[in-house]
C-alpha cells in the first residue's frame, strides 16, 4: 500500500506545509493516540524535540492530540532521539514520539514515533495510523472529564546524562583526553558535552548555541570541517560530531582526518569481540556500507550481514538474529546492550573506551581497513516513471555488474523521497569504479528523457 504521510524514518517535511502542519501534527497524536490506548490503565506518551523553530508550534499540536484521546502527555524539551526511546521505556510510556528531521535544515522538521518497547513503529502499524488520520473521530474522542493531562518534566536532560554516563566502563576515565564535541546547535547541546565533562575529559565544545535556525548550519556530522578544524586548532585527541537529534556521529583523529560509520563499526566489532561482548558473531550493516569492511571483519573470523538502508531495517535485523551490533556509513551506530536505536553518543562513548584502554591515537585504533573506491551519484527521473524497468536500463546494470565481477559490486536504489536513482559501485579500481557508475547513471537518464517523451 502506498504511503500518504510516513516515509523511511517517520513523517518529514517543510515546517508549515504538507504534512509538516500544525493540523497534521494533531491527527497524528490522535491516530497514535487511539492505535496504542490498549487497556484499562492511564494512557501516556512521551514528547521530545531538537532546537528547531517550528518544535514550538508542533509540539503543543501533537500534545492536543493525545490529550483529546485521553492520553498523558510528557514533554521532555529538547532531547536526543534516542532519549525520547530511552525515556519512552523509564516512563513505561504506551508512546514516544520526537519532533525532529535530524541531520535536515532548520526549515524542516519531522516526527519519529516509537513503541513502548522504545522500538520505531513497523511498517504495519505506520500504516494503520495512516489509516486512521483519514478517518473521522467523532466516535472516538473521550469524554470531557477523561481528557488527559499535561506536564513537563523536570530535570530530563538529567536522567539521560545518567543513563549514557552508565555505558562508559566503570573501571575507565577520560582524563587526560582533550575531546572537540560538536553538537550541531542540536538536540545533545547540553547532554553530549556534559557526559564528556563527568566522565573526566577536557572538553572543547562547539554547535552548542542554538537559537532556532541554526541547527546544522556549517556543523555537526554532516559538516564536519568545523570539528575537523577545532581539533587541530585545539590540539584535541579526538573529535566528535552529532547531527541534529544526534542518533548519529562522525569521529575525526588527531590530525583533523575524519572517519566514518563503516570505521567505527569495525573498530568497536573488533573491541567487542576480543572483549567477548559480541553477540552471533555477525555485524550488521546496509548494502551502502563499504566492502572493505566486509573483508575485514571477515579477516578476524565476524560475517557482515547486509539490509536495505535505513537504520530501522538494521535494527530489525539485529533484533531477529539476537546481534547487538549494527550501524550506517553515516554514522548510526545501533549498539542494543545499550538503546534501541542509533546513538551518537553512546557510540562515541564506546570509541572512547577503546581509546583509553589502547593508549594509542585515533589514528591508529579507527583505521582497520582500506576502504575500497566507492563512487555513489544520483539520476534524475520524471516522477511517476520507473527507469529501472526499461530493457537498456537493467542491461546498463548488467554490463556494470559483469565488469567489476569478482573485485567490486553495484547497488542501485529508488530514492524514498525524490525522484532519483541512487547509483553506488565500488571496487578494486578507481577509474572501472568510476566509469561504470557514469555509464549507468547515463543510461537512467537517457531513458528518462525517452520515457517523459
Not at 523553530?53 to 485521553?70: D, I, K, R, T, V
Not at 536526543?80 to 535536515?104: C, K, Q, Y
Amino acid at each position: 500500500m502506498a504511503r500518504k504521510y510516513f516515509g523511511t524514518d517517520g513523517i518529514r517535511g517543510k515546517a508549515n506545509e504538507g504534512n509538516m502542519t500544525a493540523e497534521v501534527a494533531t491527527r497524528v497524536g490522535m491516530a497514535a493516540g487511539k492505535h496504542f490506548t490498549r487497556g484499562n490503565h492511564k494512557h501516556r506518551v512521551v514528547i521530545g524535540k531538537d532546537t528547531r523553530l517550528s518544535g514550538y508550534m508542533l509540539e503543543p499540536a501533537l500534545a492536543a492530540g493525545f490529550l483529546s484521546m485521553g492520553m498523558d502527555v510528557i514533554m521532555v524539551g529538547p532531547m536526543p532521539t534516542p532519549a525520547v526511546a530511552m525515556m519512552t521505556r523509564s516512563l513505561r510510556a504506551d508512546l514516544g514520539v520526537m519532533i525532529s528531521a535530524s541531520h535536515n535544515p532548520y526549515q524542516d522538521n519531522g516526527l519519529k514515533l516509537f513503541g513502548p518497547d522504545g522500538h520505531k513503529l513497523s511498517d504495519e502499524i505506520e500504516l494503520e495510523i495512516e489509516r486512521r488520520m483519514d478517518n473521522g473521530y467523532a466516535d472516538h474522542l473521550v469524554p470531557s472529564e477523561k481528557l488527559g493531562r499535561a506536564q513537563r518534566l523536570e530535570n530530563a536532560v538529567g536522567r539521560y546524562i545518567e543513563f549514557a554516563k552508565n555505558t562508559f566502563p566503570k573501571n575507565l576515565r577520560l582524563d587526560g583526553l582533550k575531546i572537540v564535541v560538536d553538537c550541531a546547535n542540536g538536540a545533545a547541546y547540553r547532554s553530549a558535552p556534559s557526559v564528556l565533562w563527568e566522565l573526566g575529559a577536557e572538553v572543547v565544545a562547539v554547535g552548542v548555541n542554538p537559537n532556532g535556525t541554526n541547527i546544522n548550519e556549517k556543523c555537526g556530522s554532516t559538516a564536519p570541517q568545523l570539528m575537523c578544524e577545532q581539533v587541530v586548532t585545539h590540539g584535541a585527541d579526538i573529535g566528535i560530531a552529532l547531527d541534529g537529534d544526534a542518533d548519529r556521529l562522525i569521529v575525526c583523529d588527531e590530525h583533523g582526518t575524519i572517519i566514518d560509520g563503516d570505521q567505527l563499526l569495525a573498530t568497536i566489532a573488533q573491541y567487542w569481540q576480543v572483549a567477548d561482548k559480541l553477540r552471533g558473531g555477525s555485524v550488521v550493516a546496509t548494502i551502502m556500507s563499504n566492502l572493505g569492511l566486509e573483508k575485514y571483519l571477515n579477516r578476524i573470523g565476524l560475517d557482515l550481514m547486509r539490509t536495505k538502508v535505513g537504520d530501522r531495517y538494521v535494527v530489525e535485523a539485529m533484533r531477529n538474529h539476537g546481534l547487538n551490533l549494527g550501524g550506517e556509513q553515516s554514522g548510526h551506530i545501533v549498539l542494543s546492550d545499550f538503546n534501541t536505536t542509533g546513538d551518537g553518543l553512546i557510540a562515541a562513548l564506546q570509541i572512547l573506551a577503546v581509546l583509553v584502554k589502547n593508549g594509542k591515537p585515533v589514528s591508529e585504533i579507527c583505521n582497520l581497513f582500506e576502504p575500497y573506491p566507492q563512487l555513489l551519484k544520483n539520476a534524475r527521473y520524471a516522477d511517476g516513471t520507473n527507469p529501472l524497468e526499461t530493457p537498456q536500463v537493467k542491461e546498463a546494470i548488467r554490463e556494470g555488474e559483469e565488469r567489476l565481477n569478482g573485485t567490486g559490486r553495484v547497488v542501485i536504489r529508488k530514492s524514498g523521497t525524490e525522484p532519483v536513482i541512487r547509483v553506488m559501485a565500488e571496487g578494486e579500481d578507481e577509474k572501472l569504479v568510476s566509469d561504470v557508475v557514469d555509464d549507468i547513471v547515463a543510461t537512467v537518464e537517457n531513458s528518462a528523457e525517452e520515457t517523459a517523451a
